[in-house]
């Protein structure tokens, strides 16, 4: 009944396939940030740099394309952010042809503003459906994630000798490819803007942060956080650490495509899970994984151990973001989402910036091990504060 319920309704469908062909490119930027980063940058200290910059893009990105969204409406938002997402492939194309690492730095500032406004996705999805079938629409649309698991890679090793001899600026004219196509679905979509009340025009618009007093809505911001944190955390340096420990770069993207599997397909499932136990107790599973996952990441540096952890690490992200997300909808009131959601990718933007700027700096100075314990730390203190938390607001 609920496939048929979905298959009807065309903004659904729209922002779908929208999310599907445009969130295509992040498996591609994984690779691409440090394998071109290294490739490029002056020093091998610096080769995680633009894979940074991307995600610090994300960090000023994020309340900016809320607010935005909230005044013109969802679509517009996603159409300027796919509009950024060909740009900064043409800024990373010439990059590569020209051996500039400044400009490969700003092609991924520009990346990282359009993958940024893609976020957003998933609180469209929510406002298409009824409300007791949001979880069930979020978690449907982050499956989209499955299908670029498998066709970013591809087109990666397609793509990447398509503009020979310079190396990887093919996969970067690739983005602007699927990024121009993604456009298209676009045209199915309706989302009526949240009209605020006229004490809300009236007021001061950030009057709607005194929502993240709530128990709920912070325990749903920093489990958001520490979730994305810390897949970026470990997920950024793979690459690097999988070279660094002689395997080739077929074997890291292969890893690095089963780590994206792992993190969208239990999508298919997420949404009945937390209709069924609830939301904080699936994203406090997802700490849980995310902890097995650091432990694997300690334990060696085999293949066997990358894959593992990875594939841990993503669906460990998938019920603790899942859940977030989830918990964040439901705690907050339509008038006050535009801010509040900005405020949430805000903060988690920044503790992504954070982790993949430690990540460079530990890899390079400690190496594989001791960020895996790294992780392990933070992800147990996490884990403790939430525990915490609950039992208080029991």
Known sequence: MFVS??????????????NTILGSAMPLLIILGGLAGLMLAPTTALATI?????????????APFSLLMGRFGRKTGFL??????ILGALIGTWAMISSSFFLLCIAHLALGAALSCFQYFRFAAAEVVSTEWQPVA???????????????????????????????????AAIGVMSLVGLAPL???????????????LGNRFAALGVLKQGPVRTAVGIGAVSQGIMVFLMVPTPLAMIGCGFSEAVAGDVIRWHVVAMFAPSFFTGFLIKRFGSRRISTTGLVLLIMAAIAAAMGLTSVHFYGS??????????GFIGATTMLADAVPAEEKSVVQGVNDTVIALVSTVCAFAAGIIIAGFGWAILAVVALVVLVLALASQMFGQRQAA
Do not use: C, E, H
Not at 5 to 18: E, Q
Not at 80 to 85: Q, R, Y
Not at 144 to 167: E, M, R
């Open 310 to 319: 990875l594939i841990l690490l993503g669906v460990g992200w998938n019920f």
């Open 138 to 172: 979020i978690s449907l649309m982050l499956t989209s994630g499955l299908i670029a698991a498998f066709v970013g890679p591809q087109v990666f090793i397609t793509a990447k000798d398509a503009l020979a001899p310079v190396p990887l600026a093919g996969a970067y």
């Open 50 to 62: 633009p894979a940074s910059i991307q995600t610090l893009a994300g960090l000023f990105a994020a």
């Open 5 to 18: 319920s979905f298959a009807r309704n065309r903004n659904f469908i729209g922002l779908l396939a929208a």
């Open 80 to 85: 300027i952010g796919g509009t950024l997402a």
């Open 187 to 201: 045209a199915l979509v309706r989302i009526p803007k949240v009209k605020p009340t006229a004490q809300r025009r």
